[in-house]
């Protein structure tokens, strides 16, 4: 079993549509959450985190976070082809503290 | 949010060759740094980590004697890769960590090609 997984897409999306992303993580002491955006031959940007369970709204991006199910996701509202992107999950692991990585979902936004 | 300055960009060398790899935090203090490496098509891949004053810290598999990875401040960190071969050949990423907190800034990353 992986560490983070992701579903690697591509998750197509209509223009103005609400792109859903899920990311599951097996280390149950992680407490902090990070989504990245990732466009192609581009370094990871930073979306938004969360921490606690519940969700989470930054203008279009909302993150839910469930730790009891293992289980936090991303939501984009009204998506734009500016989205179009790799999306990466990244939990905080306890241990070393250092970020785990999932594979990404590919997210193609169609005019 | 906060910059990760990472130079150079791109690397094009031969074979045998040692190349130097910048990251500085322009705007904050990072008493941790991270290094990563990825693949075409892969996720990302952490080599390292680096705590200021203090040797870094490699993932299994990582050969410490040929990446090398110094740490010297609070806003500097450089990784050397050591007599380069083309199976090195890919995009290396530094980030570092705002030492008030858990996030994790990333540097535009430094696309090696070694021929």
């Known amino acids: 079993q992986k560490e983070v997984e992701q579903n690697s897409g591509p998750l197509s999306v209509p223009e103005g549509a609400i792109a859903s992303l899920n990311c599951t993580y097996s280390?149950?002491?992680?407490?902090?959450f990070f989504w990245y955006r990732q466009y192609s031959g581009k370094s990871p940007e930073l979306i938004m985190f969360?921490?606690?369970?519940g969700d989470k709204e930054d203008g279009r991006f909302t993150a839910q976070l469930n730790k009891a199910s293992q289980y936090v996701s991303l939501l984009i509202r009204d998506s734009q082809p500016s989205d179009s992107a790799t999306y990466l999950c990244?939990?905080?692991?306890?241990?070393?503290?250092?970020?785990?990585f999932g594979g990404g979902t590919r997210v193609l936004v169609k005019p | 949010g906060a910059v990760v300055s990472q130079h150079p960009s791109r690397v094009i060398c031969k074979s045998g060759t040692s190349v130097k790899i910048e990251c500085r935090s322009l705007?904050?203090?990072?008493?941790?740094m991270f290094w990563y490496r990825q693949f075409p098509k892969q996720s990302l891949m952490l080599m390292a980590t680096?705590?200021?004053?203090?040797?870094?810290?490699?993932e299994q598999g990582v050969e410490k004697d040929k990446f090398l990875i110094n740490h010297a401040s609070l806003t500097l960190s450089t990784l050397t890769v050591t007599s380069a071969h083309p199976e090195d050949s890919s995009f290396y990423i530094c980030?570092?960590?705002?030492?008030?907190?858990?996030?994790?800034?990333f540097g535009a990353g430094t696309r090696l090609s070694v021929l």
């Open positions: 980030s570092a960590r705002d030492f008030r907190g858990n996030i994790q800034y």
């Open positions: 969360i921490y606690s369970n």
């Open positions: 680096s705590n200021e004053g203090s040797k870094a810290t490699y």
């Open positions: 990244a939990p905080l692991k306890a241990a070393g503290n250092k970020l785990t």
């Open positions: 705007d904050f203090q990072a008493t941790t």
């Open positions: 280390d149950r002491g992680s407490q902090s």
